[in-house]
């Protein structure tokens, strides 16, 4: 492999040694800019990718890995993303907090509205873990938008099903902690308040559901079908529920599917599918570079299978595509998997561009927030990404490229940084370097960057508030109250609300619970994922 990559270093020096191949590049760029037409169809379908946590120095280290890992130096390396004709930044900061999580980021994506930390599908009025401050101020998301225009919708994640992203796009919950039942409080219980796994049932219909979570939806001491010794595995419901069965009876009369293993998946037939649940782990999936191929299919399996089951209506679709596992490969400081997972993100929204038509479909690209996740030293041309820089540091001690701010690496013995000259930092263990000694490294943030082709991707310019992308979702494909653009008109609405209850009651709770609601959100800060 090295002298592979020698041999392209030397043929890369000397091609770009030459002024031409510069000015060349330069000139088919400017040359594409220039004969690019504005797609201003109505979008039929929409295809939203998310990645969470996939700050602008992933997405960067995350490019250079992916042409590293097919023996080129990685730099010039050209991802799917990156071809994507429109870009801008979003700022990602939450109605209570400078830096916010995925529950607050993904309510602004997706339901239009900014909230404050660790709420779910609610508006700031709302107060994290408070029930009561809940009721009446649920707001809905683009997938619902898009299931009331007729639209098929679906959601892939690499995490549990449950988990904030997926979840914002049908529940509506004062905690993104309260997964199931039994992860709630009495208190919110007897308010009233519901779990959010019981809520992908009730709340809308939707058509294909991807992902892990397996022990949210059965009842307490249920034994996993995968892992029936382990105890950690098993069902969690107190209700006694079985919701994967009260899923499939609520189907009858349709070709419905419950598939827990990828050999099930396999043998589901898309053309004549009408639902599918699929639920490869009691929690989170395995990270890719983990992921038993015979049990578990990857995210480009996944995407695949949702697109083609979902593009059968004639009316189109909506897909939530989640890239959850980038994220959580951060808080562990491990940026080996971070990367991988952003690298099976690439390849998936690659494949989701195989299956549709950009002149009838919208891709939306972005991340929800970054994290403090640092590529520093002046390495080489083509030096790995996950390697040390090549000038110490004044301890006279090496470091790698890709550190922390904060998080797990930090690593202070008799007042000295670890020596990792004889450590592989390349491998899928190594924890990275952090300034500041946390359990969990934290989210960072500064702005994100959003993507897009197809109908209207022009909409998605400059430097936005993070609310704003449902709303241009929403408008290019005529989903929601804003119906300007397939009417032909360009005048504003007379109203548009991202409400879907009467939200007199929006501000009843609001002195009494905010101190309580502010609390509860620092301390909820601890166990973040």
């Not at 996939?54 to 890995?65: E, K, Q, S």
């Not at 599918?273 to 191929?293: C, H, K, Q, S």
């Not at 430097?463 to 929601?480: D, T």
């Amino acid at each position: 492999m090295y002298g592979a990559l020698g041999m392209i270093m030397q043929h890369i020096r000397v091609e770009e040694e030459n002024p031409q191949f510069w000015r060349s590049q330069a000139q088919k760029t400017l040359d594409t800019a220039l004969n690019r037409k504005l797609n201003t169809n109505v979008a039929k379908n929409i295809l939203f990718f998310l990645g969470d946590g996939m700050g602008i120095t992933t997405y960067t280290a995350a490019r250079i890995l992916k042409g590293q890992l097919q023996n080129h130096t990685g730099e010039e390396t050209v991802m799917t993303m990156d071809t994507f004709p429109h870009v801008g930044l979003v700022k990602t900061y939450s109605v209570d907090f400078q830096i916010a999580d995925s529950a607050a980021t993904a309510t602004a994506y997706l339901c239009g509205v900014k909230t404050n930390l660790n709420t779910v599908g609610v508006s700031a009025a709302a107060r994290n873990g408070v029930c009561r401050s809940q009721k009446g101020n649920e707001v809905t998301s683009i997938l619902k938008w898009a299931k009331d225009a007729g639209k098929s919708v679906g959601i892939v994640t690499t995490t549990r099903v449950q988990h904030a992203t997926p979840a914002t796009s049908y529940a509506h919950s004062a905690s993104r902690k309260w997964y199931s039942d039994a992860d709630m409080p009495a208190a919110a219980k007897r308010d009233g308040c519901t779990d959010i796994a019981s809520q992908l049932l009730n709340n809308t219909d939707i058509d294909v559901i991807i992902g892990g979570g397996r022990k949210y939806m059965t009842p307490r001491g249920t034994k996993d079908p995968e892992y029936p010794r382990d105890f950690s595995s098993r069902g969690k419901r107190q209700d006694k529920r079985n919701l994967i069965s009260e899923w499939q009876s609520m189907k009858l009369g349709k070709v419905v599917h419950y598939v827990w293993n990828k050999t099930d998946f396999d043998a589901v037939d898309p053309e004549t599918t009408d639902y599918l649940m699929a639920l490869f782990e009691p929690g989170d999936l395995r990270y890719e570079v983990e992921r038993d191929p015979n049990m578990d299919p990857s995210i480009v399996e996944t995407t695949e299978k949702a697109i083609r089951i979902l593009r059968k209506n004639p009316k189109g679709f909506f897909l939530l595509v989640e890239g959850g596992r980038i994220d959580q490969a951060h808080h562990d400081g491990r940026a080996y998997m971070a990367l991988h997972e952003a690298v099976a993100l690439d390849n998936a929204i690659a494949k989701g561009l195989e299956l549709t038509n950009e002149e009838e479909t919208l891709t939306v690209v972005m991340a929800d927030h970054s994290h403090p996740f640092t590529f520093n030293g002046y390495p080489f041309r083509g030096h790995s990404i996950l390697g040390k820089s090549p000038l110490w540091a004044k301890d006279m001690l090496p470091y790698t490229t890709l550190m922390y701010g904060n998080g797990p690496g930090h690593k202070i013995t008799n007042g000295s940084r670890p020596d990792i000259r004889k450590v592989d930092t390349k491998t899928k263990e190594y924890i990275q370097l952090s300034a500041v000694p946390t359990d969990s490294a934290t989210h960072s943030g500064e702005d994100v960057a959003v993507l897009a082709r197809g109908p209207m991707a022009h909409l998605f310019y400059g430097v936005q508030e993070q609310n704003y992308i449902a709303h241009a979702m929403a408008y290019a494909a005529c989903v929601g109250t804003d119906l300007r653009h397939c009417r032909g008109q360009t005048t504003p609405p007379v109203a548009y609300t991202t409400n879907n209850v009467n939200n007199k009651a929006g501000g009843a709770h609001r002195p009494a619970v905010l101190i309580s609601g502010l609390l509860g959100t620092l301390v909820a800060l601890k166990v973040l994922i």
